[in-house]
């Protein structure tokens, strides 16, 4: 027997953060056979993006772009050292810090990369006005859930 719930802001259908949840599920979907043609993950993508933007950059810098702990990058940022896009080397003014340097690799997947934002904008069927002021919306709103926290 199934119960019905009177209250609408509990319905699944409902929740903002279920249409985030979703939406980013399958906009991670839909990037996986381009990344996969340049031999990426998505997280790995995602700091690949910062690097392409400013090479040279410490992990904490790359950790605080990303709004992500330092520690659980360094899996990531080892397998893309592993595969030979990054380099990863000691300060040499303090050696508890770690700077980041893309290798001819990592400089050339950018160009490989270029397509990407074209490619995902088609998926997506709206028009790139559309999609930057949805991106500003939720860069917005991202913001404000970082001021609460």
């Known amino acids: ?17 279920f249409a985030l949840y979703s939406a980013s599920l399958q906009m ?3 990037y996986k056979p381009l990344l996969q043609a340049i031999g990426l993950t998505y997280p790995q993508y995602l700091a690949m993006l910062v690097l392409w933007e400013r090479d040279g950059i410490t992990v904490g810098e790359i950790s605080a772009r990303l709004l ?10 080892k397998r893309l050292e592993a595969e030979g896009l990054i380099s990863r080397t000691r300060s040499s003014n303090d050696e508890r810090v770690v700077e980041l340097h893309l290798t001819e690799a990592g ?13 995902m904008l088609e998926c997506t069927g709206q028009s790139p006005d559309t999609i930057m002021a949805l991106r500003d919306q939720l860069v917005s709103l991202r913001n404000a859930l970082l001021k609460s926290n």
């Open 68 to 77: 992500t702990e330092p520690g659980s990058l360094t899996p990531l940022l």
């Open 107 to 119: 400089c050339a997947l950018e160009k490989q990369a270029a397509d990407f934002p074209a490619c």
């Open 28 to 30: 991670t979907k839909a």
């Open 1 to 17: 027997m199934t119960k019905t719930r009177l209250n609408q802001q509990l319905q699944l259908d409902n929740q903002l953060c």
